[in-house]
């Protein structure tokens, strides 16, 4: 267990509707990962976080924001719930170390309807 | 910029044979890590082996090796002795050898496993 949680594990929302997704760490990791994983694409870097309030885009971060305000929470915020946002999203960590591994939680299914 | 690319969807192999995954990547670093992860049904992601781009010598775990090529940018993994076990999605990443710590993964190759 590498101490990540992410919360919740499923949820279904409706179109229009602000949705957050929350990441937790117990290893007091530096960096932390927001993801998107849909079938033919892969897994696409959505945000990503290299310390407190140090946030950077990743390659689908349109229509997401995310806020890292201590170290072991990294929350993923859509803003207005589209039907193209239904996924399955992943949250990693990461420990200070350039060949260092990263750490996933469960995954989080995403529906909106 | 920085990308991955798997172009196989899907591969299969037979129990006991071998079978090699590609991968590309682009990157304009210097100092950079490669991985593979596998997801199996479950949705765990679990590491299979990495390499750090300074090293020449290709990465071997048990099973599992690569072939790093650094000046084509290629990153292919080699299961050797497939098992059923085996059978999942398998992903290549790279990581920038910077401070901010931008980890990008590609599109994932289903491996099916025949007994």
């Known amino acids: 267990d590498a101490g990540i949680t992410q919360s919740p594990r499923h949820k279904v929302t409706e179109t229009g509707t602000p949705v957050t997704l929350r990441c937790h760490q117990t290893e007091n990791h530096r960096y932390m990962y927001w993801y998107r994983q849909d079938p033919g694409h892969g897994l696409r870097l959505i945000h990503y976080s290299y310390g407190v309030k140090d946030t950077d885009k990743g390659e689908v971060s349109d229509g997401y924001s995310v806020s890292r305000s201590k170290t072991e929470d990294f929350l993923l915020t859509l803003e207005s719930a589209t039907s193209s946002q239904t996924s399955v999203y992943f949250c990693?960590?990461?420990?200070?170390?350039?060949?260092?591994?990263?750490?996933f939680g469960q995954g989080t299914r995403l529906t909106v309807v | 910029a920085q990308t991955v690319t798997q172009s196989q969807p899907e591969m299969s192999v037979q129990e006991a044979e071998t079978v090699t995954l590609s991968c590309t990547y682009d990157t304009s670093e210097s100092d950079y890590y490669l991985f593979w992860y596998k997801q199996p049904p479950s949705r765990q992601m679990i590491l299979v082996i990495r390499?750090?781009?300074?090293?020449?010598q290709n990465a071997t775990e048990n099973r599992f090796s690569v072939n790093f090529q650094k000046a084509a940018k290629s990153f292919s993994l080699k299961i050797s002795d497939s098992q059923l076990g085996d059978a999942a999605m398998y992903f290549c990443a790279v990581f920038r050898g910077t401070s901010y710590g931008k980890l990008t993964f590609g599109q994932g190759t289903i491996l099916t496993v025949h007994p």
């Open positions: 990693a960590i990461r420990p200070t170390g350039q060949g260092t591994e990263a750490f």
């Open positions: 390499q750090e781009a300074y090293k020449q």
